[in-house]
């Protein structure tokens, strides 16, 4: 199986062969800060631009993840405005759901084979999901693993945006992880942790 790839681009995704080296090369990558525009770009794109945002990186990981036999599974967290959903690439190890992915932030990395159901994974990540400016906590829901077989491979290899990928996982069902009778409860990231929140790996 090639998915439609040159051989230079297998070479490159085969030696990523376990989660840890997919994600230490999406590390590797600047950040996509769409300074020409809105970009969703397929893994060629990636590999030939050199940088990647949580979308791409995440294309690039499921992309990896199927040639090595498993399957190319996306999640999608979704907030609350005027915050940023995020996009990951799942994988699981002996029964345990972990997640890669490619951020700017110093909290919403990489998560371990640890978490036994895709709500635990998530819940990871509610505590750091907050805005900068305010502290308010943002994260709100979540999708079901997306496989992206189903798509076939175009969006391996396509050379025009991947919007419709974005667009069907941002479509598709999610599930609430905040009881709104506990909203009230919410506290908002202090002052140390919205400082430490604000490290950014690459600049503008």
């Given at each position: 199986m090639d998915l439609g790839l040159s051989k230079e681009e297998l070479k490159t995704l085969k030696k990523l062969?376990?989660?840890?080296?997919?994600?230490?090369?999406?590390?590797?990558?600047?950040?996509?800060?769409?300074?020409?525009?809105?970009?969703?770009?397929?893994?060629?794109?990636?590999?030939?631009?050199?940088?990647?945002?949580?979308?791409?990186?995440?294309?690039?990981?499921?992309?990896?993840?199927?040639?090595?036999?498993?399957?190319?599974?996306?999640?999608?967290?979704?907030?609350?405005?005027?915050?940023v959903d995020h996009v990951v690439a799942l994988y699981k190890r002996n029964g345990y759901w972990g997640a890669i992915s490619k951020t700017n932030h110093a909290t919403l990395r990489f998560r371990d084979p640890v978490y036994r159901t895709i709500r635990e994974l998530v819940l990871s990540y509610f505590h750091e999901y907050f805005l900068d400016t305010t502290g308010v906590k943002t994260l709100r829901s979540y999708s079901n693993p997306f496989d992206l077989r189903r798509f076939g491979v175009e969006w391996v290899t396509g050379e025009k945006s991947m919007h419709y990928l974005a667009q069907a996982i941002d479509d598709s069902r999610h599930f609430s992880i905040l009881p709104k009778q506990n909203e009230k409860y919410i506290r908002k990231a202090d002052k140390m942790e919205r400082k430490a929140g604000s490290l950014r790996e690459w600049k503008k």
């Open positions: 062969s376990t989660p840890i080296k997919i994600q230490d090369f999406l590390d590797s990558l600047p950040q996509n800060h769409e300074k020409k525009g809105e970009t969703y770009m397929s893994p060629r794109l990636v590999l030939q631009e050199r940088t990647a945002h949580c979308f791409e990186g995440a294309l690039l990981a499921a992309a990896a993840l199927w040639l090595q036999g498993e399957r190319p599974l996306l999640l999608d967290l979704k907030v609350i405005r005027p915050d």
